[in-house]
Structures are given as structure tokens and as C-alpha cells.
């Protein structure tokens, strides 16, 4: 298995002439499956995931999970293979039952 991830990840960083100009980041997210949306395109991927970036280009990343807020980065990589962790911030809940009972009047 060792061996077919390492020719799958050797063709991806730059032995087709397509991808010289692109380098490989992993993507992981403390909350597994947050959606990865690259320059506010949803590449229907979710973490944890490699994708391919431009090298020495800024990239705005977007990782969204439903209950947490939209975590947002531009990342800038200049090496063929970089690593970018992030921890997803819960949205806060609060309970609203007290408020709706007194704002209705009999």
C-alpha cells in the first residue's frame, strides 16, 4: 500500500508537465469532513484531503462544517508538499425558550 500511495503522490507533484506550477497540501481539520472550498469554489471535497495548489500564489481556503463557523485562511505555499491543520470553533447555542415565554403576552 506503502508503494502505490507513493507513485499516486510522486505523478501528482510534478511529473506531468500540467502540474509543474502546482504543489500538494494536506488539508486536516480537528472536525473531520468540513468542506474545502478554494478560491469560492466548493470542490466537493472534505477533510481530511490533499489537494493541489499553485505554488507562490496566494490561495483563499474556505473550510465549512454545519455548527461551526466558516474557518478562512490564504495560504501561500513555495514547496512541492505543505501541511495546513486547523481547529473548527463551535457556533455558540443558546437557549431562547425563557425569551419567547415572556415576550408573549396574554
Not at 477533510?47 to 499553485?54: D, G, H, K, R, V
Request: aromatic share 6%; glycine share 4%; net charge positive.
Amino acid at each position: 500500500m506503502a508503494m502505490a500511495l507513493f507513485k499516486n503522490l510522486k505523478s501528482f507533484l510534478g511529473l506531468s508537465p500540467l502540474l509543474q506550477d502546482r504543489g500538494a497540501c494536506m488539508l486536516v481539520s480537528e472536525q473531520e469532513g468540513a468542506e474545502i472550498w478554494i478560491d469560492g469554489k466548493n470542490t466537493k471535497r472534505l477533510t481530511p484531503q490533499m489537494i493541489a495548489i499553485p505554488q507562490m500564489r496566494d490561495v483563499k481556503i474556505e473550510l465549512k462544517l454545519f455548527g461551526h463557523e466558516t474557518h478562512q485562511v490564504t495560504l501561500r505555499s513555495s514547496n512541492k508538499l505543505s501541511y495546513y491543520y486547523c481547529h473548527l470553533n463551535r457556533i455558540p447555542l443558546r437557549l431562547v425558550v425563557n425569551e419567547v415565554e415572556s415576550s408573549v403576552s396574554l
